[in-house]
């Protein structure tokens, strides 16, 4: 039956006569069944011959091999392998195309076992079997690839011991390859008229890899004719013809074709036409025979197109190549270049001299057979890296003058860059390795930096560097290394001669804009990569420039070094900047910037370990060098001399702050002293004491400024930086209150300590804006409306609550505040209570690394206008938000709150044991805050502290409500006039404080902050203030933007509430505002109109009628009413409406009152009747 089968059925095809009575599905199904036996028989005879299925001498096994091993048999086999789609077996060209690449690897090793002995022959053919078998059995007989079959099959029979049945196969092999549509020799290479033979001509040149690799190919054809044939014709193939293509290729390898003849036709330069060619493949030939071009040689090379030749100036710039130019050996390694560079890196020692000849001679396509050789030794680990390096060292040298000789080009140049960087990645520890390698890297890098060389082209070096660096960092143990010296001087030129002194002199988006910037971020990238205390070295004077133009990605990438720099190179960069610190040739804001960018971050990014190496190395230096007086500090030195001393104390209590901050006081007193003081009668302490007293004398200095040198700013700095190290040692060393209050808050006038005249800078002025683009905390007015009300506010009634206070008085709809909607939702309030709710947060830990960037733009930002002074919030060290306005840029802002979080931590339960007497410290700051003498910007600086830290001065509130009630009626005092956002602070700070109330409040307890005054005369005296305050507050209240406006109204009406009987209001802002008239600007004219009728609202809520003959004297009432009923008549609706709702409310709270008192009053009278007036002359107009 199997030779019945065999014989008759298993090579018929589907359009043979036997189907003629069948249907297509039929025939399709007995197709399928016919090559399911087919697998099945194979798969059979491979268990046989392999030795799985019985023992090779019993009579099945005979059975089997007599009815197989014959020619018909053999026919199929051969079919099945060259052909199978003839028999019925479906294929797939992309199938067939997924394997090429794998394919590479059985085809390679079979060209390299052909030329070796034959009993190596014979032991791979037997292992290769076995293992072929193996996984054949391994597997199911459906799911095995006909190929593999057959491969399998072929291999066992080739090297089959029955000597007649192999010549049979012989002769079927011979007999089947001869039929017309099977001789390879006779395919044409064109491949022109494929159509629907694709897959057969796939398998076809398969099937002779498997005969070849079986050793059934007698006669093989000539596998340089094929490849010399595919060279002739590749060009202007497409994607399937492409895959046949590489297949024959893969075809020629097999059958033998010699790498050096391979090679030769890579190498060929016999230029061939590329007219007739295609855009598209014209496009793509370009893109991979320019593998890196720049943009001036994009632009070059497509104003040459054909089409633009006669227009070249005016092409447009498409980032293309068009190929022009292209040899035959171009345009084979570009159609088959993945396989040519594997078949080329398994054999790179035995072509490489003839390749780097080559490419040294000027050819192109053997660059980039070396690039793709080296690629593949990168990628793949089978190939062993050793042997690249170990071939190519010798002609390092050789590709070296290719690219600096004097033929050399732009384009060798690149390419030269491109090999060095992938032979860097390939081997990082190559310029410590190898010594052609290290020459090689070094001469390049140095040829390609020298002075004279463009920065568009050492833009390409530094591609390089992180590679170069890492050896220079080995190479600094190595006393007769120059690598280091030589990368040095090379960068340092560069930074000299072509980076400008002022980044922002060059035109952005200008190419020299665009090389300055590209160089930047690849010294910074390598910076960051390397962690080199080096390149950090070289970048020191860009770094030094204020406001450069790549600002944020200065900062942005050096604390990504900061933060991931190991300790080893964090400590070299600290040397580095501690050594400037100390050399007497460098420029003062380079030694700023030195300490405050390098050393502080860098301290507080090292180990506890490193940071006590840094200090007990510099500690005597830090102190006895650069701290403690000498005689050139006297007052007769030269102006220079005198800054340069000022500028290394700075530097040094920086320096010292530091240490304090991140190292425990008992580290510094054990390990740290030490090195200080180091005689025998130490104590332990000479260290923080010496400090100390230097600091304390520091902060109250007196110096003489001149314009040049000592200027005003430096001298601020200088106490400011003496004030923050004392703070620091300080918090790090003291255990006692007294320490802080003498230290930190005592001034002592008499003996010329002043303290705040030396911190704060008396020279700016401040000019606050009520519009802010200030970050808050979420809902912070509805948290306040629902404290103040007991309930959720409601978001169509004004100002939240629909609260019934006094009879049935309400509040005026917030419509008549709304732009174009009848409601909006009070939570846009909030937007405008900027630092109270960041003050309502948690405790903040100092950071110094905000406060020292925000000194040096203190002096710019607090004499700027008002409307650049946007506070922008910064996350200090634990999350806790401070915002950055002027106040807060203060260097000691954060250093004061972080003392005072310390002394609350520690002294808390003793300061709460008492409020009716402040702590010693805050006692000092209130009696700066009240003085007369004060300058308005330390009472200023002093009530921000109080914003930045509620709670601590909440329990003591009574002492602090009428100066600050003063601090906020006074505009020469708080910032400018109107309600700016300092003012609400203020503002937001009094209605937190639960026990702010002018006069006290039921239940607290009583207090004498004035001891000459009585309670009474404290409590008469408070509610005068609270009226002045409140009456300033109504003055300011107006605002042309409406939600400002609104924002004001809440606060004013929160306060009635609070305050409601403790103060009295002038009406005579009221009046203007109701009378406002603006000629330029209606809008103006309608909010300050209801401005003046919502503040009348908020009062009579709140008990306060709208004119009191008493109180408001100033203001003639007649006058008063006048004014008010004129709104009923203006044409605007939300004024008259809102008008038309005051003039109800009066009459109720005036009927509230007669039925209290039970006699009518006559101011009522009169106000009725202007009232009937104005609405007789309201119809009257309308009639």
């Keep these: 039956a199997i030779q019945k089968f065999v014989v008759d059925l298993a090579i018929i095809t589907k359009d043979h006569s036997i189907f003629d009575d069948h249907t297509p599905f039929e025939t399709e199904r007995v197709q399928r069944c016919k090559c399911s036996v087919i697998r099945n028989l194979f798969a059979l005879l491979n268990l046989v011959l392999s030795g799985k299925v019985g023992h090779p001498t019993s009579p099945a096994v005979a059975h089997v091999r007599a009815s197989l091993l014959s020619a018909p048999f053999f026919k199929l086999l051969v079919l099945c392998t060259v052909s199978p789609r003839s028999i019925g077996f479906p294929t797939d060209i992309v199938a067939a195309t997924k394997k090429t690449q794998s394919s590479l690897s059985s085809s390679s090793q079979s060209s390299q076992s052909s030329s070796s002995s034959s009993s190596s022959s014979s032991s791979s053919s037997s292992s290769q079997n076995k293992e072929n078998n193996n996984s054949t059995s391994s597997m199911t007989t459906a799911s095995v690839p006909i190929s593999t079959l057959t491969s399998s099959l072929l291999r066992s029979l080739g090297g089959d011991t029955d000597i007649e049945m192999v010549e049979v196969l012989y002769r079927i092999v011979k007999e089947v390859l001869a039929l017309p549509n099977l001789d390879i020799t006779k395919l044409d290479y064109t491949f022109s008229s494929i159509k629907g033979n694709a897959d057969t001509l796939t398998n076809l040149m398969r099937g002779y890899r498997m005969l070849h690799d079986s050793s059934l190919l007698l006669i093989e054809p000539a596998a340089e004719s094929i490849a010399s044939r595919l060279v002739d014709h590749c060009l202007g193939y497409d994607p399937v013809q492409l895959a046949i293509g590489k297949e024959a290729l893969l075809m020629a390898l097999s059958l033998g074709l010699s790498g050096t003849s391979l090679l030769n036709l890579i190498l060929d330069d016999t230029l061939v036409d590329v007219s007739n060619l295609k855009t598209p493949i014209k496009r793509a030939l370009g893109k991979s025979v320019r593998p890196r071009r720049t943009a001036v040689d994009d632009v070059t090379d497509a104003s040459r197109t054909p089409a633009n030749e006669s227009n070249a100036t005016t092409a447009p710039y498409t980032g293309e190549y068009l190929v022009q130019r292209l040899t035959k050996g171009e345009a084979f390694y570009s159609s088959f270049h993945s396989i040519l560079d594997d078949f080329i890196a398994r054999r790179f020692s035995t072509f490489v001299e003839t390749i780097v000849s080559s490419v040294a001679s000027g050819n192109t396509v053997a660059f980039r057979l070396l690039m793709g050789s080296l690629d593949r030794f990168t990628k793949y680990k089978h190939l062993e890296k050793k042997i690249f390096l170990q071939s190519i060292s010798p002609f390092l040298g050789m590709i070296r003058e290719w690219a600096t000789g004097e033929k050399s080009s732009a384009e060798s140049r690149e390419c030269c860059v491109d090999f060095s960087r992938k032979l860097l990645r390939l081997e990082p520890d190559l310029l410590t390795t190898s010594l052609e390698g290290h020459q090689f890297i070094t001469k390049i890098f140095d040829h390609f930096m020298k002075r004279d060389t463009p920065l568009s082209v050492k833009i390409d070096i530094l591609s390089l560097l992180p590679g170069i660096l890492a050896a220079c960092e080995r190479a600094t143990k190595s006393t007769t290394d120059h690598l280091p010296k030589i990368v040095k001087e090379r960068l340092n030129e560069m930074v000299i001669y072509d980076f400008p002194i002022n980044s922002k002199d060059l035109v952005k988006g200008s190419k020299t804009y665009t090389d300055y910037i590209t160089a930047l971020d690849l010294l910074l990238a390598s910076l960051v990569s390397s962690g080199s205390a080096l390149v ?46 100390i050399n007497g040739e460098h420029q003062e804001d380079l030694k700023f910037m030195a300490v405050s960018q390098i050393c502080v971050p860098l301290t507080r990014h090292v180990s506890s370990s490193t940071a006590i190496q840094i200090f007990s190395k510099n500690v005597q230096i830090l102190v006895n060098g650069l701290l403690l007086p000498s005689s050139s500090s006297s007052s007769s030195s030269d102006g220079g001399d005198r800054k340069t001393l000022l500028v290394n104390r700075i530097c040094a209590y920086r320096l010292l702050e530091i240490m304090y901050e991140v190292l425990p006081g008992n580290i510094i007193k054990d390990k740290i002293n030490g090195y200080f003081y180091d005689r025998p009668d130490a104590k332990g302490t000479e260290l923080t004491q010496t400090v100390m007293r230097a600091a304390h004398a520091t902060k109250s200095e007196t110096h003489p400024t001149d314009e040049r040198h000592v200027t005003h700013s430096l001298i601020w700095q200088y106490h400011v930086s003496a004030y923050r190290a004392l703070a620091a040692v300080v918090m790090c060393t003291q255990t006692k209150d007294q320490f802080y209050n003498v230290f930190l808050f005592k001034e002592s006038k008499d003996k010329g300590e002043l303290l705040w005249e030396n911190i704060v800078d008396l020279q700016s002025e401040f000019k606050f804006e009520a519009e802010t683009n200030f970050p808050v905390v979420s809902k912070l007015v509805t948290s306040l409306r629902a ?323 008493v109180n408001d004297a100033e203001v003639n009432e007649f006058k008063f009413y006048e004014k008010l009923l004129d709104n009923v008549m203006f044409k605007r609706k939300e004024v008259y409406e809102a008008a038309a709702e005051v003039c109800g409310l009066i009459l109720a709270y005036h009927e509230k009152e007669t039925e209290k008192s039970g006699v009518s009053s006559s101011a009522l009278d009169m106000y009725v009747q202007l009232l009937k007036d104005k609405i007789n002359i309201m119809f009257g107009n309308q009639e």
């Design 787 to 1109: 404290d103040a009300s007991g309930s959720p506010p409601e978001p169509h009634v004004y100002g939240g609550a629909n609260k019934k206070t006094s009879g049935d008085i309400k509040f005026l709809s917030s419509q008549y505040l709304a732009d174009s909607s009848l409601s909006q939702d009070v939570d846009v309030l909030g937007s405008f209570f900027g630092s109270a709710g960041a003050s309502a947060g948690d405790k903040m830990e100092t950071s110094s690394s905000s406060s020292s960037s925000s000194s040096n733009n203190n002096k710019d930002a607090t004499s700027s206008s008002a409307s650049t002074l946007r506070r922008q919030r910064t996350i200090l060290s634990q999350g806790d938000r401070l915002e950055m306005d002027p106040l807060n840029n203060n260097p000691c802002m954060p250093t004061i709150l972080a003392v005072l979080d310390a002394m609350e931590s520690k002294f808390g339960t003793i300061y709460s044991s008492s409020r009716d007497e402040m702590p010693r410290w805050m006692s000092e700051m209130h009696a700066k805050f009240i003085a007369r003498e004060t300058h308005p910007n330390i009472v200023m600086f002093i009530a921000k502290i109080i914003i930045n830290r509620p709670k601590i001065f909440e329990p003591y509130a009574q002492f602090w409500l009428r100066p600050l009630m003063t601090l906020g009626s006074t505009p020469s005092y708080n910032g400018g006039t109107g309600f700016h956002y300092f003012l609400r602070d203020i503002c937001v700070l009094l209605l937190r404080w639960q026990d702010a109330i002018p006069g006290g409040m039921e239940g607290a307890p009583p207090s004498t902050p004035t001891k000459s005054a009585s309670s009474r005369e404290r409590e008469k005296e408070e509610k005068a203030g609270a009226g002045a305050f409140m009456s300033y507050l109504v003055m300011c209240c107006p605002h042309p933007t409406r939600q400002i406006l609104r924002s004001n109204l809440e606060i004013i009406r929160l306060f009635a509430e609070r305050w409601r009987g403790k103060f009295n209001v002038s009406k005579q802002s009221i009046v203007d505002q109701l009378g406002r008239t603006s000629s330029s600007s209606e809008k103006s004219t309608v909010l300050y109109r209801l401005s003046g009728l919502h503040i009348l609202t908020i009062l009579m809520i709140n008990d306060i009628p709208a004119y009191d003959k």
């Design 536 to 581: 950090l070295e070289i970048l020191l004077p860009v770094l030094r420039e204020k406001d450069h133009a790549h600002q944020s990605t200065l900062s942005y990438q050096l604390e990504v070094y900061v933060t991931s720099v190991s300790d080893e190179n964090a400590t070299q960069a600290w040397d580095m900047a501690f050594n400037m610190l």
